[in-house]
């Protein structure tokens, strides 16, 4: 296959060094990456301010761009302009941080796979519950798993695979759930403080929410020691209120 890899922690992470560890196994592997992270941008694009590539390299013969802009930024400009062919699957992640329930709307790692699904390329991102990691141990089994999946089945048009993986050690994962987005969401407060010269700023505070309790949810099935693989597609008209919504307006 010819595998885009691309992430919203930028081109050092060690996240992408794993995927692209696990994802060379299976092809061609192309990696194409914010230079610096740009975590929680979602779906943004880059419109009033150009876009600089860098070559990078790391370690074991690890190499691809760097791209100034966001996630989504390095997938259409790695489709439209670096790559001299399409990709048959793109790889976002693997993600500091967890992308589950509501909060997935911020998630440019989630963005950038949507991207590519709205080019009709299979595509999923892979998130390491944890912001410190132990090790990845444990996600590059899991990726291996569903990049087989994905290798041997057709995947609905528009779809992506967001798959969240616990931070633990193989022995103690305790398998896979399907699931659906869950409600998980996170409670934002506003710190008001002052910087070294007196002037006043705002920092952003708060902290995680699920109230979900059931494993069919993706939220409660990672925080329960399982990899939770979720469908999600960007299609955000709500059907079943439309039949409503014409005897009301028409």
């Known amino acids: ?15 992408i060094f794993a995927l ?3 994802a060379q196994k299976f092809g061609d592997v ?36 760097g791209v100034s802009g966001t996630p989504v930024d390095c997938v259409k400009i790695g489709i439209k302009s670096l790559l001299s062919f399409k990709p048959d699957l793109i790889l976002s992640g693997i993600n500091i941080g967890s992308n589950l329930g509501n909060n997935i709307i911020y998630s440019g790692t989630v963005a950038a796979a949507i991207e590519g699904a709205t080019l009709d390329i299979p595509s999923i991102a892979i998130s390491i519950d944890s912001f410190r990691p132990r ?10 798993k569903v990049i087989n999946f994905i290798e041997n089945n057709i995947i609905p048009s528009g779809t992506i695979i967001n798959v969240n993986i ?3 050690e193989p022995s103690d994962l305790k398998g896979y759930k399907v699931t659906s987005q869950g409600h998980q969401y996170f409670n934002d407060n506003f710190e008001k403080r002052a910087d070294p010269s007196g ?34 597609h960007f299609k955000m008209t709500n059907t079943s209120f439309l039949d409503e919504l014409k005897r009301i307006i028409i």
């Open 1 to 15: 296959m010819k595998i885009l890899i691309t992430n919203d922690d930028g081109i050092y992470s060690s996240g």
């Open 20 to 22: 692209w560890d696990v």
């Open 30 to 65: 192309n990696v194409i990456a914010p230079i610096n992270e740009k975590s929680a941008v979602g779906h943004g694009i880059t419109i009033s301010n150009p876009l600089y590539v860098r070559e990078i390299e790391r370690e074991n013969g690890f190499k691809g761009f």
């Open 135 to 144: 090790s990845f141990s444990t996600s590059k089994i899991v990726v291996r």
């Open 166 to 168: 616990p931070d633990c």
């Open 199 to 232: 002037r006043n700023y705002y920092w952003m505070t708060g902290e995680i929410i699920d109230n979900d309790k059931e494993l069919r949810y993706d939220g409660f099935a990672v925080s329960n020691g399982y990899a939770s693989i979720t469908p999600i």
